[in-house]
C-alpha cells in the first residue's frame, strides 16, 4: 500500500488500487459489498471504527478513499445524487451570505438555487465568470463562496480555474469547481487553486448509465468538518451496491475517458467541416474562444490536452433538429452524458428545460441546438451514424 500511496504512482494505478485492497478476512481481490445497516460493539461505545451506515460505511469509505485520491483531495464525501452533493455544498452557507454563480450551469443547479434555496436569507448572482472585471465588480464583503462549471453545461465555455482561485484565495473565499464534465481524469481544480470540487458521479465516474451518486471533496479543515456533519446528520447518502458500482467505474476511468475525449475531438472535427451544420462547439477546436484555456486547464495526469467527452452542434432549425434526431440510429436520445453509450439530447427542452427561455436566449441556448455525450463505441460507427442522419 505504501508505494500506491506514492504521489508518482500513475493515475491509472492509483485509480484501481486505492480503496480496492483485498479483503482481509477472505483475500477476496474484489473486496465486499457491506449492506449491513449496523455493526456489533464489543462494549457501549467500542467498535471498529463503524457503527452505523448513515454515518459511515466500509464500502462507502473506500469509495470516499478512492476519489480523494484522483481529485488530490484530503477528504471525499459521497452523496445519493449530484444534486445531493450540491445542496450539501450550499447548505455550508449562513444567513446573510452572498454566492456567486457562472452562468450556464446546469439547469437542476439552477432550480435548485432559484426554487428552494430563494427561500432563505442568501442572495445569489449568476454572471459571466469568463470576465474577470465581471467578478472582480461583484465581490462582496458578505460573498462567501463562488461556484463554477467548466466547461459549462451545454455551451462548453471555458472558465479560468487559476485566475478565479486567485480572487477567491486573496479574500478568503471558497471556490467550489463543479468538475463532473472533465472527471479528475481531464482536469484537476484543487490543482489549480480550487477549494471544492463537485462531481456528479452519474457520469463519467460511473460512466455506465447505470448508478446516481455525487461527491464533494476538499482538503478544506472548515468544509470537512461542515460537509462530514451535513452527510451525516441529513444523510442524503449512496446505497453500498451504489459505491461499490462506483469503485469498479472507477477502476477504468482513464481507458474510458480518453477513449472519449479522441472519438468527440474526431466527430468534432467532422462536424466542423461537414458543411451542414450551423455551429460545432467543442473546446479541443482551434475555433473554441478558449481553445489556449482549455488546452492548458484540461490535461491529463500525464499532461496531454484533452478535451471531454460532450460536444454540442446547432442543426439551425427546430426543423432540421428533428429530422435528424428523428434519423440518428446509434446516438440514443436521452439526458445524462459521460455513459460508454453515445447519448444525445436537445438542452433547450431537456436539462434546461427549467431555465427561463428569456434567460436561455441571452446565454445563446437555442432551440436547435443538441448536445452529444460521445461514448466508447468505433469512431467510423459514430461518424457513419452522423452522416445518415444529416444526408
Ligand atoms: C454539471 C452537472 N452537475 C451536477 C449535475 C447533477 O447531478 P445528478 O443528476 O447526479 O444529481 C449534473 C447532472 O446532469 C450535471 O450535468
Known amino acids: 500500500m505504501s508505494t500506491i500511496r506514492d504521489k508518482t504512482t500513475g493515475f491509472a494505478t492509483r485509480?484501481?488500487?486505492?480503496?480496492?485492497?483485498?479483503?482481509l478476512e477472505t483475500g477476496a481481490v474484489t473486496p465486499p459489498i457491506h449492506l449491513s445497516s449496523t455493526f456489533e460493539q464489543e462494549g457501549v461505545g467500542v467498535n471498529k471504527g463503524y457503527d452505523y451506515s448513515r454515518a459511515v460505511n466500509p464500502t462507502r469509505d473506500r469509495l470516499e478513499r478512492n476519489l480523494a485520491e484522483l481529485e488530490g483531495g484530503q477528504r471525499a464525501f459521497a452523496f445519493s445524487s449530484g444534486m445531493a452533493a450540491i445542496n450539501a455544498l450550499l447548505q455550508c452557507l449562513r444567513a446573510g451570505d452572498h454566492v456567486i454563480v457562472s452562468r450556464n450551469v446546469y439547469g437542476g443547479t439552477h432550480r435548485l438555487i432559484t426554487q428552494v434555496f430563494h427561500r432563505l436569507p442568501i442572495t445569489f448572482d449568476f454572471l459571466d465568470l469568463s470576465d474577470l472585471?465581471?467578478?472582480?465588480?461583484?465581490?462582496?464583503?458578505?460573498?462567501?463562496?463562488?461556484?463554477?462549471?467548466?466547461?459549462?453545461?451545454?455551451?462548453?465555455?471555458?472558465?479560468?480555474?487559476?485566475?478565479?482561485?486567485?480572487?477567491?484565495?486573496?479574500?478568503?473565499?471558497?471556490?467550489?469547481?463543479?468538475?463532473?464534465?472533465?472527471?479528475?481524469?481531464?482536469?484537476?481544480?484543487l490543482e489549480w487553486g480550487a477549494d471544492i470540487v463537485i462531481q456528479s458521479s452519474t457520469k463519467l465516474l460511473g460512466g455506465h448509465s447505470d448508478v446516481i451518486g455525487g461527491a464533494l471533496i476538499t482538503s478544506d479543515e472548515e468544509l470537512i468538518e461542515k460537509i462530514g456533519m451535513i452527510q451525516k446528520s441529513a444523510g442524503a447518502i449512496p446505497s453500498p451496491f451504489d459505491c461499490w458500482l462506483l469503485l469498479r467505474s472507477t477502476?477504468?476511468?482513464?481507458?474510458?475517458?480518453?477513449?472519449?475525449?479522441?472519438?468527440?475531438?474526431?466527430?468534432?472535427?467532422?462536424?466542423?467541416?461537414?458543411?451542414?451544420?450551423?455551429?460545432?462547439?467543442?473546446?479541443?477546436?482551434d475555433s473554441h474562444p478558449q481553445f489556449e484555456l482549455a488546452s492548458r486547464q484540461q490535461r491529463t495526469p500525464e499532461g496531454n490536452p484533452v478535451y471531454g467527452s460532450v460536444l454540442s452542434v446547432d442543426l439551425g432549425s427546430v426543423k432540421q433538429r428533428d429530422r435528424f434526431l428523428s434519423r440518428i440510429g446509434i446516438f440514443t436520445l436521452a439526458e445524462s452524458l459521460g455513459g460508454v453509450e453515445s447519448l444525445i439530447s436537445n438542452p433547450f427542452v431537456m436539462t434546461h428545460g427549467s431555465i427561463p427561455r428569456e434567460e436561455k436566449e441571452a446565454m445563446g441556448l437555442t432551440e436547435s441546438l443538441v448536445r452529444l455525450s460521445v461514448g466508447i463505441e468505433d469512431i467510423r460507427d459514430l461518424i457513419e451514424d452522423l452522416e445518415q442522419a444529416l444526408n
Request: charged share 20%; with cysteine; aromatic share 4%.
Open 15 to 23: 485509480a484501481i488500487h486505492i480503496g480496492n485492497r483485498s479483503d
Open 133 to 189: 472585471g465581471i467578478l472582480d465588480s461583484h465581490l462582496r464583503d458578505t460573498t462567501r463562496l463562488v461556484m463554477i462549471e467548466t466547461p459549462t453545461n451545454p455551451l462548453l465555455e471555458v472558465l479560468d480555474i487559476a485566475a478565479i482561485a486567485e480572487r477567491t484565495r486573496s479574500r478568503n473565499l471558497w471556490l467550489a469547481v463543479d468538475n463532473t464534465f472533465m472527471s479528475p481524469y481531464g482536469q484537476r481544480p
Open 251 to 285: 477502476k477504468t476511468l482513464a481507458l474510458r475517458v480518453q477513449r472519449q475525449a479522441d472519438n468527440a475531438l474526431h466527430i468534432a472535427r467532422w462536424c466542423q467541416q461537414s458543411g451542414k451544420i450551423t455551429r460545432t462547439i467543442y473546446p479541443g477546436l
